[in-house]
């Protein structure tokens, strides 16, 4: 960090003042997208095709009209520095060349068969050298690849329970949509509509960086697999403390327990995610986003003794009625755009490129930060990067605490009047070789601007 000088606060009246001018000066900027958010409410619930979808800031959502590498153009003609990247969808850029042209190849080959392509082997093996799991299977989204593994496991265990970490999110999951209330029970998180059960039948939560509470959630002998990202990133970015990791694993070990590890957002790490770069051992592990490139496609790796269980445990005559399908899993489409993204992204020479310019837009925040006398932290994990309004947590409970929705919505909306992008959650942003240091000093001055317009004088 630069030189801090003395403590100081954002000053709420102010924040508010310039909450307004910026809501104005969104208006008078996206003519276009107010049309068609106008005209989207007629048969679009809440206006938008998917619920999270009200979530960004300003009026209304920016309707885009193009997106090309780490920039994309509204139908105002605006263009935007996107370290959004569909919340990692985009993570190797939008409209790569090369997954552009295996999908249009594709898709005068045939789209979906229900019988493997030739692709599909290939992929596989590149899942397997990157993560280092044996055998592999592939669905729509990573929700359902978590939801496949719960399955699974139940199934190879006969036990009932999963266990998760408090505050998690491995997409909308039944099982995982929960968090532990003030007297430590397992509830559904806030917003969670519809629960099919109490998720405390199904589920125990147990604080992140806590083996004690592991332990004991493990210990009543009815837990099947725990999930977990190896470090959180949807309440923020949560890091695991030093031997966290190894512990989950000697504890669920002890237990008989299955470990699945959730690599889907935290594939920013590096070509094989956490697991690869910090030598993790799970059971299974759970990839999304990314690796279609932008097309829809998730994937889940076993070890070979999981494998094998499972192969010898699932009938050949109902296995289409077993829990675990989808029509269009496993195509053709999905196939060659995965092939076509892992062959030609995400490797080391690219993360080479985008980890020092988070390591940029890391230092960049905190010196503006610093500069401004807040006691604010940033944190990162290899090519994410994340600003607090606090000091860095240590689980998902102090993380939802320190979440300032008023700020937040804020320091969004300003930088995307100017031209910038974060996740419409917290304050994420993901750095892809196809940024430059400009357009991360340009969400420095953006950020340090905006930290002027509103901190106490
Ligand atoms: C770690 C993790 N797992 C799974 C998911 C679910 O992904 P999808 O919504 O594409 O199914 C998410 C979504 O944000 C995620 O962050």
Not at 129 to 151: E, I, M, Y
Request: aromatic share 6%; glycine share 8%; charged share 20%.
């Amino acid at each position: 960090m630069g030189q801090t000088v003395a403590v100081t606060t954002v000053d709420r009246a102010r924040l508010a003042d310039a909450r307004a001018v910026e809501e104005r000066r969104f208006v008078e900027l996206h003519p276009r997208s107010a049309e068609f958010a106008s005209s989207a409410r007629t048969h679009l619930l809440a206006g938008v095709p998917m619920p999270w979808m009200v979530r960004w800031p300003g009026s209304y959502p920016l309707v885009v009209d193009r997106a090309h590498g780490a920039r994309f153009v509204d139908v105002d003609g605006i263009e935007y520095v996107d370290f959004c990247l569909g919340d990692t969808g985009a993570m190797t850029g939008h409209a790569s060349e090369s997954v552009a042209e295996a999908v249009s190849a594709q898709s005068r080959r045939g789209l979906t068969t229900m019988l493997p392509s030739a692709d599909a082997g290939e992929v596989a093996s590149n899942l397997a050298r990157r993560f280092g799991l044996a055998k592999w299977q592939f669905c729509l989204s990573a929700t359902d690849a978590n939801r496949f593994v719960l399955r699974f496991a139940r199934h190879l265990q006969r036990r009932p329970r999963v266990v998760v970490h408090d505050w998690c999110y491995h997409g909308t999951v039944d099982e995982t949509l929960v968090v532990l209330d003030a007297k430590g029970r397992t509830v559904s998180r806030p917003g969670a509509v519809g629960p099919q059960v109490d998720p405390s039948v199904t589920t125990r939560a147990v604080p992140f960086n806590d083996l004690a509470a592991l332990d004991a959630a493990l210990a009543h002998g009815d837990v099947a697999v725990v999930l977990i990202e190896p470090a959180l990133t949807n309440i923020g970015i949560v890091l695991p403390e030093d031997g966290y990791l190894d512990g989950v694993r000697e504890v669920t070990r002890r237990h008989g327990v299955l470990l699945a590890i959730d690599e889907t957002h935290t594939i920013c790490a590096g070509p094989g995610g956490c697991t690869a770069k910090w030598g993790l051992e799970p059971d299974f592990l759970v990839i999304g986003k990314t690796i279609g490139g932008g097309v829809p496609v998730a994937a889940y790796g076993m070890s070979d003794d999981v494998a094998s269980r499972i192969e010898a445990s699932t009938g050949a005559d109902d296995i289409d009625v077993s829990g675990v399908g989808g029509t269009l899993s496993g195509s053709a489409l999905a196939m060659a755009a995965m092939r076509a993204t892992l062959e030609s992204s995400l490797t080391a020479e690219q993360f080479a490129v985008a980890e020092p310019l988070a390591e940029r837009w890391t230092r960049g925040v905190a010196d503006a930060v610093a500069a401004h006398g807040l006691d604010w932290h940033v944190q990162r994990l290899g090519c994410r990067a994340e600003y607090w309004f606090s000091a860095p947590p240590r689980n998902g409970a102090q993380a939802a605490a320190a979440v300032d929705h008023d700020l937040e919505a804020f320091l969004h909306l300003w930088a995307l009047n100017r031209g910038v992008l974060l996740t419409p959650f917290h304050n994420m942003a993901l750095m892809s070789p196809m940024h430059s240091t400009a357009d991360v000093d340009r969400h420095t001055d953006v950020f340090g601007a905006a930290l002027a317009a509103i901190v106490a004088r």
